[in-house]
């Protein structure tokens, strides 16, 4: 299909040169429109990967590093670690007490839970929550203050920080300090590092990050007791591994997400209740060092042994439930309101788009589907001894061609003509030529070869034109850079034997194929043109009969008001007005044309920009067809859907098909990404091989179509996008002439183009 043959109807003044770079320096609002859409697109996606906190190895990088450096006070003492002056101290949890810690919150469904154990039984509780999780959960954080809990920082991403660099370290804790702003109003002293646990487990990699974070105030809290619920040993287990031994204070550790903490839920209460009967109190971080505080202060020594003492210049907030947390000042909550407004736009987007993806993957698929059935039914239907159209069509016919600066080109199209074996006339419609295309035609000196010049009007008032000025009933309309191969024309008027059929679409074939552009190109056309016309000629929806080859009943074209000029997609307008008239629109596989596509990026990106706004023209001309009854209602509720659903809606989605594909690729599983998006190939490579089977052409092509859809694909997905901005916006497109080579000669009969 080509429809680059003419100029505008209108002349315009040539701007100068200084004009023309302006205006190409400055970008269209539209081009800017669909430029920030994939930004936000994009942004927003890498937004949601981050938060899931599945970017790397989220695991211990290592277990085995020495401790060398690390002081003997700091490995042997207590949970509590700060730093004072530049010296370490840590602090125990007092004799009877303990301290009730959770990691990996918040979690919608476990941390809730947690919290209404917590409340029935009345104390309190540490968490320790993860920036991404505060960020997409904030009411949980919300409640969890509320009712008189403590939080800390246990990173953003929960990644190891032993083995990050010092801008990492700093930004995974700043982060989360926004999201706990934004969430609560406050921020937090108390850090516990992922995948840390007892004293111990300190090594020369991760006390530098110690260091660094008790320098900024931060207190690292450890643990002394283990329940070990995340190894879902079972309720007695999580309960015997949790008690301390010999009335002595701890630290202990649960989880409130992660994974299933059902025996947590279930062990929760019972520890409490057994703990409260053997005499412990239940405190906080900052409850417990203000009770090891004021016992040092008082000249006790602290459970650990090691622990550096207090100084005369150490206090606390005389709240010691809420003695950790700082309220937020006014520039960090505004920050960290917008972290969650993003996040909030991320957790509604992304599965948004995710199930937009699932029904495009179902329409895709399902269009496979349907197009693989539907055109093998027709190539049945079709190929049977008895089909027949009715009579034989042997009147002669008459072919238009249009031409608007097409030297390179009209001798090989009027050539191939002349080889007809079909009785023909050949009507050319010089459309205000300025390179001597009408004078070529006519140095020619080819029988029934008949040449009207008129004034440049555009193509639509050419077709028109050489209608008026046909003799013969049946019309060929073609583009002047297309040839025909000898029975083209017999093969294409064949189906007029049945008097219902108004019209008739030819097998468009690309004939420059032998460049990357040209074969992609050649594969669209077998595949995504011609498959489709054999599925659209079954279910008699044909939307669009192509501008390089179609033939029509002259009487049908004249009844529905000829070629309009309100669309640049006058091919379809016209195939969809002769469908609501009641005509018949076939599909002749067999009558073959040789087109030259476009040769370069820019000159496809110009053509398929104006054929996909043309279509949506065209739609939009005849979108009252949906409510009519007869012939029309019956196109605009089977063919109009159709068309919508599988040349717009699912091309304009489905590059998230491709987005998707890359974003679990890095955030995800690349390996199960990789092959499900292999798996796709595969599918359309079957449809693919079929439609070359069934047009009898070369499978080497196929080798492009990896390519071909890594590269080709997504430049018509965007100017599909780009298109729908134009629409959208009120934008109005022009003719625009593409330059041609006559590369694509005449065919010579029997073995296609030459």
Not at 593 to 599: L, S
Not at 641 to 648: A, T
Request: charged share 20%; net charge positive; aromatic share 8%.
């Amino acid at each position: 299909m080509n429809r680059n043959q003419v100029r505008p109807q209108r002349r315009h003044a040539t701007p100068s040169r200084i004009e023309r770079v302006r205006r190409q320096a400055v970008p269209k609002p539209r081009v800017i429109i669909a430029l920030l859409l994939l930004l936000g697109l994009v942004s927003v996606m890498l937004l949601d990967g981050y938060l899931r906190a599945e970017v790397g190895n989220d695991q211990r990088v290592r277990s085995d590093a020495s401790a060398s450096k690390v002081p003997d006070s700091v490995l042997d003492g207590g949970p509590f670690l700060s730093f004072q002056g530049g010296t370490a101290r840590t602090r125990s949890v007092p004799d009877k007490t303990i301290v009730l810690t959770f990691d990996d919150g918040p979690d919608p469904e476990w941390t809730q839970k947690v919290l209404d154990i917590l409340d029935d039984n009345d104390v309190p509780g540490t968490f320790f929550l993860v920036g991404s999780m505060i960020s997409r959960y904030p009411d949980v954080v919300r409640r969890m203050v509320d009712d008189g809990n403590e939080v800390g920082v246990h990173t953003f991403t929960h990644v190891d920080l032993s083995y990050q660099s010092a801008a990492r370290v700093t930004r995974e804790i700043a982060q989360t300090q926004l999201a706990l702003a934004g969430a609560a109003g406050i921020t937090t002293t108390l850090f516990r590092a992922p995948y840390s646990s007892t004293n111990d487990a300190i090594d020369n990699y991760s006390w530098p990050v110690y260091k660094k974070l008790g320098a900024m105030g931060y207190t690292s809290v450890f643990i002394d007791t283990d329940s070990e619920d995340w190894q879902q040993p079972g309720v007695s287990k999580i309960i015997e591994w949790a008690t301390p031994k010999s009335g002595k204070g701890a630290s202990v550790l649960f989880h409130d997400a992660g994974g299933n903490r059902a025996q947590t839920l279930e062990a929760l209460p019972r520890y409490i209740k057994k703990m409260k009967a053997k005499g412990y109190t239940f405190t906080t971080v900052s409850g417990a060092q203000q009770q090891a505080q004021g016992q040092q202060a008082q000249g006790q020594q602290a459970q650990a042994p090691q622990g550096t003492p207090a100084t005369a210049g150490d206090t606390r907030q005389s709240n010691p439930e809420q003695a950790a947390h700082r309220t937020a000042d006014t520039a960090t909550l505004w920050e960290g309101r917008a972290l969650l407004g993003a996040v909030a736009v991320a957790e509604w987007t992304v599965p948004g788009l995710a199930a937009v993806l699932a029904v495009v993957g179902v329409a895709v698929l399902g269009r496979f589907a349907m197009m693989l059935v539907l055109a093998r039914r027709h190539y049945r239907q079709r190929n049977r001894r008895r089909f027949s159209w009715g009579p034989s069509v042997t009147a002669p016919v008459s072919v238009i061609v249009p031409a608007y600066n097409e030297k390179e080109c009209i001798a090989n199209t009027l050539n191939s003509l002349a080889a007809s074996t079909h009785p023909i006339e050949i009507v050319v419609v010089d459309d205000g030529s300025t390179d001597g295309t009408a004078e070529i035609a006519e140095s020619l000196g080819l029988p029934n070869v008949r040449v009207i010049r008129q004034p440049n009007a555009g193509k639509p008032a050419a077709l028109n034109n050489g209608v008026r000025h046909a003799r013969y009933d049946i019309v060929v309309m073609m583009d002047g850079d297309t040839v025909f191969e000898p029975g083209t024309v017999q093969r294409l008027v064949q189906p007029f034997g049945d008097p219902g059929v108004g019209a008739v679409a030819g097998n468009a074939k690309v004939g420059n194929r032998s460049t990357v552009i040209g074969a992609w190109q050649h594969i669209e056309y077998v595949m995504g043109f011609n498959l489709d016309r054999r599925m659209y000629d079954l279910l008699r929806c044909m939307p669009t009969i192509p501008g390089a080859i179609g033939a029509f009943r002259r009487d049908a074209v004249l009844a529905v008001g000829g070629m309009s000029e309100d669309t640049l997609a006058e091919d379809t307008d016209i195939t969809i007005a002769l469908h609501r008239a009641g005509w018949r629109v076939v599909y002749a596989e067999h009558a073959r044309a040789w087109t030259e596509a476009p040769a370069s990026l820019g000159q496809l990106w110009r053509q398929r920009y104006r054929w996909s706004y043309g279509t949506m023209q065209a739609l939009w001309k005849h979108r009252r067809s949906v409510t009519d009854r007869g012939p029309s209602g019956r196109f605009g509720r089977v063919g109009m859907p159709l068309v919508v659903l599988f040349q717009i809606v699912t091309p304009v989605f489905a590059p998230l098909i491709d987005v998707f594909t890359v974003y679990a690729m890095i955030f995800v599983d690349f390996k199960a990404s990789l092959l499900a998006w292999l798996a796709v190939l595969l599918v359309q490579l079957v449809c693919a091989a079929y439609a070359f089977r069934l047009d009898r052409e070369r499978y080497r092509y196929l080798l492009m179509l990896p390519l071909q859809q890594i590269a080709y694909r997504q430049l018509m997905y965007l100017v599909l996008i780009h298109s729908c901005v134009t629409a959208a916006t009120g934008g109005r497109l022009r003719w625009q002439k593409l330059k041609r080579t006559g590369e694509v000669g005449s065919p010579a009969p029997g073995t296609g183009v030459r």
